[in-house]
Structure formats: structure tokens, C-alpha cells
């Protein structure tokens, strides 16, 4: 009996999880939009890192370099120098090095906040703080960009990040055609939690190319033996190889949003 309780109760658990997450991506994706049209006479692929992790400079970096390609690295700047799930995360001289490279440095927040569970003011004074440490550390360098940490946000919170930053980056394991919403882009995780493999990443790949869409993929970590929210070297190798030859324009998301000609942002304002 208690066996039956107990796998009861897993279940139930597991249905509101599904329940919960369902309703957070629907309210996000439907409310707070900013639509742009995904307008472009070559596809586009974007390379995305979240939480900068050392191997996301070095090795993956590497890989890109190889084919010419630069990356967008969302960054938690309290996060610098610290040891997380996702392995050793960047220096200073790690991003200066990415920068002097031509790759790009997006916000993610200064503490990694959890977008949804997180209230608004605590979440926005998290993301100035992460750009008041990106001008202590890096001066004359700003966030352009955006990715939310961890969850969906909701519409507020959409509504106040829009001014200051070109575009802000979610998830949702899809290319952004047609239509897209600046306020939360589609990006594809490469990672073993979703248990990914090179044949749907070229099926993928194929689909952003035949719309003329622009596809941003996402990873963490870039090691042998990756967490579960990175991937292997080969692995990442094998996408970026493709990607190539696919035809699409690799370009960081910055770059990508000044091709399809998204107006700029306002700065940020300090405290």
C-alpha cells in the first residue's frame, strides 16, 4: 500500500510539473510580444552559451573559430571565477579575450535569478547590477542582449526588459520564422537533458534553411564528460560543422538582430 501511495504521489507531482511549465510557456509566449518579421535572403544561425563556463571559450570557441563563426556568451557576472554544476565558470581575461575575438557578451542577470519564481524589481535590480559589473570590469563595454535564466518570464517582466536590450532569448527547441517575438526568440538546447542527436540537428538545420529562418542554438558547458546541461566536443562539433555547411550566416545574436535591422536599445540606467 505504501508502494501505491508513494507512486501516487510521484505521478501527481509529475502532472502539476507538466501542468505548471504549460501554463508558464503559454502565458510568456502570448502576452508582452514584440513581433518582428524574419526577413532574410540567407538563414541565420546563432551560437548561444549560458552561465559562461571556461570551456565554452576555450573548446567551443575553438570549434567556431575553425569555421569562422563567433558566439553570443549570456553572462552572470556574479558568477565570475566561481566553481558551478556546469564546471569552472570565465574570467575577466576570458571575456576580454572573447570580446578582442569578435564574439559578443549578453546579460543573463547578475545572480541567476529564476525568471518566473523571482519578483520583478528583485529581478530587474539583478540585471542592472549585472551591468554596473560589466562597467567596473570592462569599461565602455555594454549588454546589448538578453537571456532568461533557468524559466519562461512572465509579461511583465517582458515589458520592462524590451527598452533595454535588443532582444531577450528563451528556449523552446525551435527556429524563429516568420514571425518572432524580440521579447523572448526561440533558441534549441544542446544538451544531454534533452538527449539530442546529430541527425535531428541536421533535420533542424535543414528546416531554418528551406524558411530563410534564423535558428539560435544553446549550451552551457563544452567538455568530455559534460553536465546534463552541456554537450560533448564532438557532438558540438558535428552541429557546427553542418550548420556551415549549411549556407546560413553564423553570426553572434547581436549581429544577427542588426542584419534583420532591429532598432537599437536605450541604455541602462544605473542605480
Same mark, same amino acid.
Given at each position: 500500500?505504501? #508502494? #501505491? ?24 509566449? #502570448? ?10 535572403? $540567407? ?112 509579461? *511583465?517582466?517582458?515589458? /520592462? ?7 531577450? /532569448? ?68 558535428? $552541429? ?7 549556407? *546560413? ?23
Amino acid at each position: 500500500m505504501e #508502494r #501505491r501511495v508513494q507512486n501516487l504521489m510521484m505521478y501527481l507531482n509529475s502532472l502539476l510539473s507538466r501542468i505548471t511549465g504549460k501554463y508558464q510557456r503559454t502565458v510568456a509566449e #502570448r502576452f508582452s510580444r514584440r513581433m518582428v518579421a524574419i526577413e532574410t535572403s $540567407v538563414p541565420i544561425i546563432s551560437f548561444t552559451f549560458d552561465d559562461a563556463p571556461r570551456t565554452a571559450f576555450a573548446t567551443a570557441g575553438d570549434i567556431l573559430k575553425a569555421h569562422g563563426a563567433r558566439a553570443t556568451f549570456f553572462v552572470s557576472l556574479g558568477l565570475i571565477g566561481s566553481e558551478t554544476e556546469v564546471g569552472s565558470i570565465a574570467s575577466r581575461d576570458d571575456l576580454l579575450h572573447a570580446i578582442e575575438d569578435g564574439d559578443e557578451l549578453g546579460s543573463h542577470t547578475f545572480d541567476h535569478w529564476d525568471t518566473w519564481q523571482t519578483p520583478t524589481e528583485k529581478f530587474i535590480e539583478s540585471v542592472v547590477k549585472n551591468k554596473e559589473a560589466l562597467d567596473r570590469i570592462l569599461p565602455g563595454k555594454g549588454f546589448r542582449t538578453f537571456a532568461y535564466p533557468i524559466s519562461d518570464p512572465r509579461p *511583465a517582466l517582458k515589458s /520592462r526588459l524590451e527598452k533595454y536590450f535588443i532582444c531577450c /532569448r528563451g528556449g523552446g527547441q525551435t527556429p524563429n520564422v516568420g514571425m518572432a517575438d524580440l521579447n523572448l526568440l526561440k533558441a534549441f538546447f544542446l544538451d544531454r537533458r534533452n538527449k539530442i542527436d546529430i541527425n535531428l540537428v541536421r533535420k533542424l538545420v535543414d528546416y531554418n534553411t528551406s524558411c530563410r529562418g534564423w535558428l539560435i542554438f544553446a549550451t552551457h558547458d563544452v567538455t568530455d564528460s559534460p553536465s546534463p546541461y552541456g554537450c560533448t566536443p564532438k557532438f558540438f562539433g558535428e $552541429v557546427v560543422e553542418y550548420a556551415a555547411r549549411s549556407g *546560413a550566416l553564423l553570426l553572434p545574436v547581436g549581429k544577427a538582430c542588426d542584419k534583420l535591422q532591429v532598432p537599437n536599445c536605450e541604455p541602462m540606467p544605473s542605480k
